[in-house]
């Protein structure tokens, strides 16, 4: 499995992605799942993927191939005029792979499907976020949806429900990734450090702050520890409760 | 879906479950999912399920009939010596019900598939905890996992995991499962109040405590807006992050 979470704020786009990729329990390895395309100033794009390696890594490769082929037929997304048409182009990609084996009549256990979380910005529009499926089509975050998770999401949505708020600054992103993820490491064995964070500055147009979160990362490790102490202090805080006498049996 | 947790404590065995049932999100309505069966001072049966309602049911109903007809040749739940025994006949009871429609060669869109967790005492025994699957065998709680979900488990799973205690009291154990459901309620419109909740104190061998938690419990709405600020101040409170600049790209 995977965790990777792409979220939109008023200063830019935030990403974070695991790096743990299994085939079964006993075949467990390490994997990047962030990737990023830039012409810096002019257009940064980072895609981060769950779901079948062999399908997201075709995609990768090909998404890759057609920027260095500039007399490739299709559009490439380092020359697509917008985001949109950037997934548009993504989103076929996708679903060319997922269709490629799917005609050969071979069946993966876990299926060749797989997700993608797509951000980026091209210089004069604003950031934008998509969630592509593998069916090819996708959506866009909003105000009202203004991140997007793939991969094992659940663990480590209710902290990002109730603490996400558009104004943090990305620092304060980080952090409340880095609880939303370690919530999911501790509960799911399909998800592991090491992490890749990234973000981008709104109108900067090149790849920020990105860096490799390590598996003995001294701030994960107090922010995980510290965290189980706030909880069981928080839940310990709050008003206790009685039984209903007159409801007892 | 469904959310019903099972959960082992010292001082006897807890269990909460929430009340939705859908089939689609058109068809929501409202059912208990949460039953007991009981000889006061003898023995205290509760059964949680989620899956299949047609299936759940089946198998509470032949359950309940075998109670109540001494002449079946297969034993009752309340006739059985022990824990382990009255697990294998409610496992047998729900691969029968699966099987039998099965048989049939219909298909429900979400299978007919349940699971189910039991717990409960006999006098002169230990309170276990069972997790029953469809297949109709079954896994016992012990020191190791000393509680079950079923249903939407993972949402509320990280708090769970993070500050459960054998020795809390139950009043505590109430509190943590209403945050833990909170957290599956706010993330997943599958699973919502009421909620029904029931303890089996230690060695009473009877129905303890038994109440709905209604929609509009004042409660469970204090814990749900306490639980939102502490959250957001427990975040805030954890070291700051900084980026490292030598890394940035």
Redesign the interface.
């Known amino acids: 499995m995977t965790y990777c979470v792409g979220m939109r704020l008023d200063r830019g786009l935030i990403f974070m992605s695991d790096t743990r990729t299994n085939a079964g329990v006993d075949d467990v390895s390490q994997v990047r799942k962030m990737r990023h395309w830039e012409i810096p100033g002019e257009r940064i794009i980072t895609l981060l993927s769950a779901g079948n390696l062999a399908t997201t890594q075709a995609v990768v490769s090909l998404l890759d191939e057609r920027t260095k082929a500039p007399s490739e037929r299709d559009p490439s997304i380092l020359s697509a005029p917008s985001m949109f048409q950037i997934a548009t182009i993504v989103g076929d990609t996708l679903r060319e792979v997922i269709a490629s084996l799917r005609d050969d009549g071979q069946q993966a256990s876990g299926g060749f499907r797989a997700s993608l979380i797509l951000g980026g910005q091209i210089a004069g529009s604003e950031p934008r976020l998509f969630l592509v499926y593998p069916e090819g089509n996708f959506i866009e975050a909003g105000d009202d949806s203004p991140f997007f998770q793939i991969g ?1 999401t ?6 990002i ?3 996400y708020d558009p104004a943090m600054p ?3 992103a ?3 990734l ?2 939303s993820f370690d ?2 490491i ?3 064995l399909a998800v592991d450090l090491p992490l890749d964070l990234a973000i981008h500055e709104r109108d900067a147009c090149r ?6 979160i390590a598996e003995n990362d001294p ?1 994960f490790r ?2 995980s520890e ?3 102490l ?15 006498d007159d ?3």
């Not at 790849?207 to 490799?212: E, F, I, S, V």
């Open positions: 094992e659940k663990y480590g949505r209710p902290i429900v109730r603490t990305f620092e304060d980080v952090r409340l880095m609880v919530s999911t501790r509960s799911n790849l920020g702050a990105n860096q490799r701030y107090r922010i510290q965290w189980s706030s909880l069981r202090e928080a839940v310990n805080r709050l008003p206790p409760f009685q039984f209903a409801e007892s049996a």
